[in-house]
């Protein structure tokens, strides 16, 4: 004769043993989705956002002329004493072919400046692609091996930045210029910063 079953081994209590993992897959699951679609990839923090500008000099892009005279790279002094827009690009990039524009109508405002960073580039592709669209950028620095975007804290290419007259980040946007974001953040980040 057997004994009674205790309560420990009911088939209930297996239910519940077997059923654990399963409620805590599906948890982190739904955590996992609501961490990846949950929130605006644009609006991922920086830490540089406060602090100076990266004090890194970039060369600047051979070849590239504006009105006779050749762009200069980039040069961290030339941000003080004006707000300026750094944006990240190259000719590759597909959603920078499509800011571009919006950048050119940008520059048209004399009270900043567009610093361009071109991103793991080639000269002749980066020139053509200014060609094609225009050239909004005062100065375009050639960052050919990347570093100078890892000390600009660079996820990927497009990402802009607003650079106030003291040489500081104020603002950083992830992902292209639109016409969208361009009135509604980038602007509205622009006139703080020219206040």
């Not at 991103?119 to 100065?139: I, Q, T, V």
């Not at 804290?153 to 106030?164: A, I, L």
Request: with cysteine; aromatic share 8%; net charge positive.
């Amino acid at each position: 004769m057997r004994a009674p079953a205790s309560s420990d081994g009911s088939p209930r209590s297996r239910r519940w043993v077997v059923a654990l993992p399963l409620i805590g897959f599906i948890a982190v699951a739904a955590l996992f989705l609501v961490r990846l679609y949950g929130g605006d990839p644009s609006k991922i923090p920086s830490a540089l956002i406060g602090r100076p500008a990266p004090q890194t000099a970039l060369p600047p892009l051979p070849g590239l002329v504006q009105n006779g005279a050749a762009v200069p790279g980039l040069d961290p002094a030339a941000f003080k004493g004006k707000v300026s827009v750094v944006n990240v690009w190259a000719s590759w990039c597909v959603p920078c072919h499509e800011e571009a524009p919006l950048l050119t109508a940008l520059a048209r405002d004399t009270r900043l400046q567009i610093v361009g960073i071109n991103y793991k580039d080639s000269a002749e592709n980066a020139r053509r692609f200014l060609g094609r669209y225009g050239n909004p950028f005062s100065m375009v620095g050639v960052d050919s091996n990347g570093r100078g975007s890892i000390e600009w804290g660079v996820y990927g290419v497009p990402e802009t930045f607003v650079v106030g007259r003291e040489g500081t980040i104020l603002y950083k946007m992830v992902g292209p210029v639109t016409p969208a974001n361009l009135d509604t953040v980038l602007k509205v980040e622009i006139e703080k910063a020219l206040r």
